[in-house]
């Protein structure tokens, strides 16, 4: 079946099974920065924004996308550098597997939260995995990104 998106702000019009993942139909596209680690909605890898909202695209069927509004990193490659930077400057960059749906996620929090508390932010974050170490880089990270102080 075919279905009409807004992809990063440009109309396309996607071919799709009736049992396709978008997080599929979006990497068959050449989205590639949608990462699959876990088909479980468990991980986060493959966040993008559906209508502004952050949603897992593993778990929502493409049929169901009928005119609605995609957004990939590729949708928000200029906040998504000046996040990345942060990123690095805190250490907090490591292997970037999971970057792209880990910076999905906070762009989404910086937009729907007003000066989120810690809590927050943690609640905010859960179901976005790193494999690689702890997370405390990424928390300060998002935190000055938060507060407006990037280097």
Request: net charge neutral.
């Amino acid at each position: 079946m075919q279905i009409d998106v807004i992809m990063n702000q440009k109309q396309l019009s996607l071919s799709v099974a009736a049992d396709e993942f978008l997080a599929d139909t979006l990497r068959r596209y050449g989205f590639l920065s949608i990462r699959k680690g876990c088909n479980t909605t468990c991980c986060g890898l493959c966040t993008v924004w559906i209508d502004d909202k952050p949603t897992l695209s593993c778990s929502v069927l493409s049929a169901r996308l009928q005119g609605k509004r995609i957004t990939t990193i590729e949708g928000v490659e200029q906040e998504a550098t000046e996040f990345a930077k942060i990123l690095a400057s805190e250490g907090a960059e490591q292997c970037g597997f999971c970057s792209p749906g880990f910076i999905m996620t906070v762009l989404a929090m910086k937009r729907e939260l007003v000066h989120p508390t810690e809590a927050e932010i943690i609640h905010y974050l859960t179901g976005n995995l790193c494999r690689c170490t702890g997370y405390l880089g990424q928390m300060r990270a998002v935190r000055t990104y938060l507060r407006g102080m990037h280097p």
